[in-house]
């Protein structure tokens, strides 16, 4: 059983910067595909990025693509989330997720979540 929890999260103003922090617990992290999902208020969950657990193959969104960057350190069992250039869009509770077997866009397929972090950006 993997624990997951975030950090990092807040309010900033648009055009800034923010990076979360997801420190893992209960297992072996190095083992796990790593995720970064986000939920706006009235909407569903959606997907942000993604690293891979052997090779740290990345994976983003489009919405942030050029804007965010996920890492990983497995000596420390935790995945980070560099936000750039923050729009009011990005408004949301962001979550970070883990699986053993997939790098998914599909929320519903991931195995362990984090109870999130609020990151507001007002413009």
């Known amino acids: 059983q993997v624990q997951l929890i975030e950090s990092g999260g807040g309010l900033m103003q648009a055009g800034g910067s923010l990076r979360l922090s997801c420190a893992a617990s209960g297992g072996t992290f190095s083992s796990h595909h790593m995720h970064w999902f986000r939920q706006a208020p009235g909407k569903e969950r959606e997907f942000v990025a993604a690293?891979?657990?052997?090779?740290?193959?990345?994976y983003y969104a489009d919405s942030v693509k050029g804007r965010f960057t996920i890492s990983r350190d497995n000596a420390k069992n935790t995945v980070y989330l560099q936000m750039n250039s923050l729009k009011p869009e990005d408004t949301a509770v962001y979550y970070c997720?883990?699986?053993?077997?997939?790098?998914?866009?599909?929320?519903?397929?991931?195995?362990?979540w984090g109870q999130g972090t609020q990151v507001t950006v007002s413009s």
């Open positions: 690293i891979s657990k052997i090779v740290g193959s990345t």
């Open positions: 997720a883990a699986d053993r077997v997939v790098v998914t866009t599909t929320p519903d397929r991931v195995e362990y």
